[in-house]
């Protein structure tokens, strides 16, 4: 049995970057041969449409493999995307329904980590792309990672969050700890990733500073550039690593996404 790795890709605050990084990752796994699972765990459905899957083809959410006990399999619940390796369950609204789940049934965390289980088990890398808020969804994603990269941008109110997700990792490894031993490895926070910076700023160089001083090699280097190829590859639905392999900021990606690699060895 391979050693199951699940990253979700986290911040409570929206807006900082958490999709481009989650697709472009995932996409830079597959890229590399590394079969991989992106989970659209956000009802927006944002990273669904970046990789060109579609909200609408979207058959299954997590919501109805947790609601109906669907099974989950690769290449029949589990669908491809139209990249090599990279497989998708994508989201849609209806993914809203596992609120309503979560605040019914209790053991939906645990539900949630034996659905990741047995998808880690078919995959070599499970990627969630996480919603913001401090919600219970975001606890169920913690719950089922093995590691997890805060996404950040050098905005006070984004760095802010850093300290609670950190805490809440802390909580919940120790609650996981004390009542079961699946053998899955218990979340740790395993990196930072700083993006959408403007270079050659002094808010950059403080934000930088400020973060090293109290998170030290939890920050991931370099910064991702703030480009507008960034947004290019958003609104034609292909992630740039696959449309824009040459440019700065896929360049970067590749350094910072090595060391996330790197991280969850
Ligand atoms: N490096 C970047 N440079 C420029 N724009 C970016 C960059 N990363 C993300 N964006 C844009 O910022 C917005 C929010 O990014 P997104 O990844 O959706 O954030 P989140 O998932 O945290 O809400 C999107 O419109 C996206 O296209
Ligand atoms: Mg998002």
Redesign the pocket.
């Known amino acids: 049995m391979r050693e199951p790795k699940v990253i979700s890709f986290l911040?409570y605050k929206?807006?900082?970057?958490?999709?481009?990084?989650s697709v472009n990752f995932a996409t830079h796994c597959a890229q590399k041969g590394l079969e991989t699972l992106l989970i659209d765990w956000d009802p927006q459905g944002?990273s669904t449409e970046y990789v060109g899957f579609g909200r609408e083809n979207v058959e299954y959410t997590v919501y109805d493999f947790l609601a109906e006990n669907i099974h989950p399999e690769k290449g029949v619940t589990i669908r491809p995307t139209a990249f090599e390796n990279l497989s998708i369950i994508g989201a849609n609204a209806s993914l809203k329904n596992v609120e309503h789940l979560v605040s019914r049934q209790e053991d939906t965390f645990e539900r949630f980590r034996d659905l990741l289980h047995e998808c880690a088990n078919q995959f070599d890398i499970v990627v969630i792309?996480c919603p913001?808020a401090n919600s219970h969804v975001n606890i169920a994603s913690i719950f089922a990672s093995t590691h997890v990269f805060i996404?950040t941008t050098s905005s006070s109110d984004s760095i802010d969050k850093i300290g609670l997700v950190d805490k809440m990792v802390g909580d919940i490894s120790s609650v996981i700890a004390e009542n079961s031993s699946d053998g899955f490895g218990l979340p740790q926070l395993s990196g930072i990733v700083l993006?959408?910076a403007v270079e050659n700023t002094v808010g950059l160089d403080v934000a930088q500073e400020h973060l090293k001083a109290i998170w030290g090699n939890l920050i991931i280097e370099p910064a991702?550039?703030?480009?507008?190829a960034?947004?290019y590859s958003?609104s034609e639905n292909v992630p740039l690593m696959v449309s824009r392999q040459n440019t700065k900021?896929a360049i970067r990606y590749r350094k910072v996404f090595e060391e996330v690699l790197r991280r969850v060895k």
């Open positions: 911040n929206g807006g900082v970057g958490k999709t481009n990084v944002d792309d913001p996404v993006t959408m991702i550039p703030r480009t507008v960034a947004a958003v900021i």
